[in-house]
């Protein structure tokens, strides 16, 4: 059986405090959080677990999230001399992003198609963090895998997902994942 990994990760830093987004690496990891499909169990990971979380990634058959190429693995990068991109990765925001010309965001996808708003943003999750309510990020950053996989798999079965565009319109756009 294929192991796909859901997986994505919050921040102790926003880009601002570490002196822009080319410095991610300087972010640090708050919380990372996998589904793995080979186990069918959710893995929460603080800081001090980073090495298995990396193990778990670097170990898949495939790694699946949102923008997780240009920022996650940028982010993980400071406690690894490993390339995560090494990983077979399918970054859905990428993904769509050569598709469509432009990025969106996971909310924007998650309500058209499935029905299901985001529970908090990467902003609320900074603000836990300096709160010390890491059961909080740690709960948001598993709503976010599974919104994740499930717009995955609704991509599987149908060929397509949908998005509101800047003006407020539903689209459809084909995909082959």
């Not at 294929?2 to 990891?29: C, H, P």
């Not at 001090?48 to 495939?62: C, F, N, S, Y």
Request: aromatic share 10%; with cysteine; proline share 2%.
């Amino acid at each position: 059986m294929k192991n796909i990994v859901y997986f994505d990760l919050e921040t102790q830093k926003s880009a601002g405090e570490v002196g822009g987004w080319d410095r991610k690496a300087d972010m640090l990891m708050s919380v990372g959080v996998t589904y793995s499909t080979a186990s069918a169990q959710y893995k929460i990971y603080g800081e001090a677990q980073v090495d298995g979380l990396i193990k778990e990634l670097m170990r898949a058959d495939l790694v699946i999230g949102f923008n997780i190429i240009n920022f996650d693995y940028d982010v993980l990068s400071h406690y690894s001399p490993l390339d995560l991109r090494d990983a077979p990765t399918l970054d859905l925001m990428a993904d769509l992003e050569k598709t469509l010309g432009h990025r969106l965001s996971l909310d924007s996808l998650a309500k058209p198609t499935l029905a299901a708003p985001k529970i908090a943003d990467g902003l609320q999750a900074l603000k836990w963090w300096k709160e010390g309510k890491v059961i909080e990020i740690a709960e948001y950053c598993c709503f976010d895998v599974k919104i994740t996989k499930e717009l995955h798999e609704y991509g599987q079965r149908k060929g397509e997902v949908f998005y509101v565009d800047r003006a407020g319109q539903k689209r459809t756009v084909k995909v082959k994942w």
